[in-house]
Nanobody, 125 residues
């Protein structure tokens, strides 16, 4: 059974940092693009960041560019999201996504086959 298990997150003051991790099991994701999405209350799931299979290419939403960094460790079958300079508007449930299907856009949540359970990130002002 394929699972993406997330850890990290929590409550932090504005300007602080958090790190999210996503550990995959059941299959290797070393050949797959992976990403992070988030859903704020009352809003749809939105793209945050994505990484190519070897981590050599990364993509970021404009709203978090320069503050968040996605990385992956294929030896550990993990992907992480380092979040710095957090803002109250970053408050959301964050989801990791695995295995972007061929031909799908990395920024589309519909393009991924596997999802983590979600992790709450709350940034207080």
């Amino acid at each position: 059974q394929v699972q993406l298990v997330q850890s990290g997150g929590g409550l932090v003051q504005a300007g602080g940092s958090l790190r999210l991790s996503c550990a995959a099991s059941g299959r290797a994701f070393s050949s797959d693009a992976m990403g992070w999405f988030r859903r704020a209350p009352g809003k749809e799931r939105e793209f945050v960041a994505a990484t190519s299979s070897n981590g050599g290419t990364t993509y970021y939403a404009d709203s978090i560019k320069g503050r968040f960094t996605i990385s992956r460790d294929n030896a550990k079958n993990m992907v992480s999201l380092q979040m710095n300079s957090l803002k109250p508007e970053d408050t959301a449930v964050y989801y990791c996504a695995g295995q972007l299907r061929t031909g799908e856009r990395y920024s589309s949540p519909k393009g991924y086959n596997f999802w983590g359970q979600g992790t709450q990130v709350t940034v207080s002002s």
